[in-house]
């Protein structure tokens, strides 16, 4: 492989560009007219604009992009994140254009990519489920007769896609009907699919993930867990490796349930088998992402590994070298996602120009970003603008250190998500570890986003007060 296209933007497709180039692979960027000079365009050894700035004209080209890559003979493809990455027409396009789809194969990602069809891959494995039906649903009568066999509340879910649309809680009988039209046209609108079905919600839940990295000669590898609790809108915010709360038999258990999800549809590359954990600590089978996660760099940081490079010497047919028993964790690793998001205002998007963006550096310490000073912030994506990853041998330091890398991200322009991380990393319920997903409804408000900047904002002034009146005292010392 000696050419790789990133079909995607922003810092993952920097992040990707970079271990090509470690490897002496060339790479090539697409971008939309909004991107024309945003960092990964600069990044890259060529660059190709697609179209106009709203994805549908430009990154969700597939068309498109696979004409770039022909005509730049371009090897393989890497999708990142989001966009394309788990579309599984486009990876059947690349395969039939002798392209390299640096993911799993068409197949694994449409059985996965429906959640129903995925519960069905992995029956034979008796990994645990959440009690519900496992077929689509779309008669209310029905829905409420389930609820009552399984007891509310219940969860009414989408059965394509994510991002917590086309999901709804449910507490009452008298709220089915109407909460699930809501899933059903919320589905339909997101994903163009209005298949839900209906699930036992676990109360108290925590969101526990385990990366997992499969070849193509039969050997399938997890590497640990993330938490990935701390959420807003079913989006995670926070996320961390490993877990405050798994037990070594429990990562063990988990470990091999996700191995045998990857194995139920003879996955290829990098993936993600998602759980939910109970109150008891008793974990259930969630979906599997069929992609690299935003959140890999904190399983890269405790593991040691470049899941990147692992992903690419994969897809050329190489067999992974690493074995279960050789990988130990190191260590604890958090990531924050930075978010172009008020905090103050419900985390709505933030647009406007990044006056000042100047990152924290230091040891432990790492950015994987996609902005520089001066730029504006695109209507057209989502939001992200960074992800702030620190590193310590204890939980502790690396909370401690993230706090530190947080007060030296300074930012101007817009508003951000630093805020929120810094009053995440200084909560009680999160140092403890005593925390589900449920986090930011249970303990966060904009007024103590408010109060937490008033009281540092009187420390500042009595700090600079103090030093004032020492530099005063120096003046008036006779010579």
Excluded at 364 to 381: A, L
């Amino acid at each position: 492989m000696k050419k790789i296209l990133v079909a995607n933007r922003g810092e993952i497709a920097i992040r990707v560009m970079r271990t090509a180039k470690k490897m002496g692979i060339k790479t090539v960027a697409v971008y939309s007219e909004a991107d024309r000079n945003a960092p990964h365009v600069m990044y890259a050894d060529q660059a190709v604009c697609i179209g106009p700035a709203p994805s549908n004209q430009s990154y969700l080209k597939g068309n498109k992009i696979i004409e770039v890559a022909k005509s730049l003979n371009v090897d393989g493809i890497h999708p990142g994140y989001g966009f394309l990455s788990e579309n599984a027409d486009f990876a059947e396009l690349a395969e039939k254009n002798n392209i390299t789809f640096i993911g799993p194969r068409s197949k694994a990602i449409k059985m996965m990519g429906d959640k129903l069809a995925a519960k069905d891959a992995v029956k034979d494995y008796n990994i645990p489920m959440v009690p519900g039906v496992d077929r689509a649903v779309t008669d209310p009568a029905e829905a409420v007769q389930i609820a009552k066999d399984i007891g509310f509340p219940i969860l009414i879910k989408a059965a394509a896609g994510g991002g917590g649309k086309g999901m709804r809680v449910v507490e009452k009988e008298k709220d089915v009907e109407e909460q699930m039209k809501r899933a059903i046209s919320e589905a339909t609108s997101a994903f163009g699919d209005g298949s839900v079905f209906v699930e036992k919600y676990v109360t108290s839940p925590r969101h526990v993930e385990i990366q997992v990295m499969a070849d193509s000669h039969g050997t399938i590898l997890h590497f640990f867990e993330r938490e990935c609790s701390i959420q807003r809108r079913h989006q995670k915010v926070v996320e961390e490796a490993p877990s405050a709360v798994l037990t070594p038999e429990l990562r063990e258990e988990m470990g091999q349930a996700a191995i045998n999800v990857a194995r139920s549809c003879d996955y290829l590359g990098a993936g993600t088998v998602e759980f939910l954990l109970d109150a008891d600590h008793n974990f259930y089978f969630l979906e599997m992402n069929t992609r690299l996660q935003v959140e890999h760099p904190v399983s890269e940081w405790i593991s040691g590994v470049d899941l990147v490079e692992l992903q690419i010497n994969v897809a050329r047919g190489e067999k992974l070298e690493i074995k279960q028993e050789d990988l130990k964790i190191n260590g604890h690793a958090l990531e924050l996602r930075v978010y172009a998001e008020d905090p103050m205002n419900d985390f709505l998007p933030s647009v406007g120009n990044l006056e000042v963006y100047k990152l924290p550096v230091g040891k432990n310490i790492r950015v994987d970003n996609g902005f520089v000073e001066g730029m504006d912030i695109p209507i057209y994506y989502d939001p992200m603008l960074s992800k702030l990853i620190t590193y310590g041998s204890t939980r502790e330091e690396a909370i401690e250190l993230m706090i530190k890398a947080i007060d030296d991200y300074h930012i101007k322009g817009v508003q951000t998500t630093l805020p929120f991380g810094r009053f995440v990393c200084e909560h009680d319920a999160f140092r403890t570890g005593n925390f589900d997903t449920h986090f930011v409804k249970n303990y966060y408000s904009p007024s103590l986003l408010e109060d937490q900047h008033i009281k540092e904002a009187e420390i500042a002034a009595k700090i600079a007060l103090k030093q004032y009146l020492a530099d005063q005292k120096l003046l008036r010392l006779p010579n």
